[in-house]
């Protein structure tokens, strides 16, 4: 259970790392659907397909065929978003003034005991009985 749950987490994680999100997931279907179009009409194969809406012939292709804009549009892992964390990092000059303080080593302990249960011993609850 433990490892299943280390395997989807680092799933999640490398998906939302590449901006793989819900949306591109329901737009597979339309990806498949314009590979078939394409392979139909063009005779691509799929990796020729990826070339020409994915790679180096991207802009070509875009040229060539404006009639499929729209279809071009509504195919997966077509936004172009860059998120970067920008951090800040302030360096505030800060600094601690150290004391100095002596050390007396030289301590006399006034410890004396006290004898709390003293009360206890003059008065017995327990007594053994008395003649008259």
Known sequence: MKSLFTI???????????????????????????????????????????????????????????????????????HISCHHISADVVLIPFEIPILKAEINTLQSHSFRYQNLYASLEKFSIFQPPKFA
């Open 8 to 78: 989807s987490f680092s799933l999640l994680i490398v998906f939302q790392s590449v901006s793989f999100g819900m949306q591109d997931v329901f737009l597979l279907g339309r990806l498949v659907q314009h590979a078939e179009y394409h392979s139909e009409n063009y005779g691509d194969d799929f990796f020729t397909f990826i070339e020409k809406h994915y790679g180096s012939q991207k802009a070509d292709h875009q040229k060539n065929h404006k009639e499929e804009k729209q279809e071009h549009e509504e195919l997966p892992f077509q």
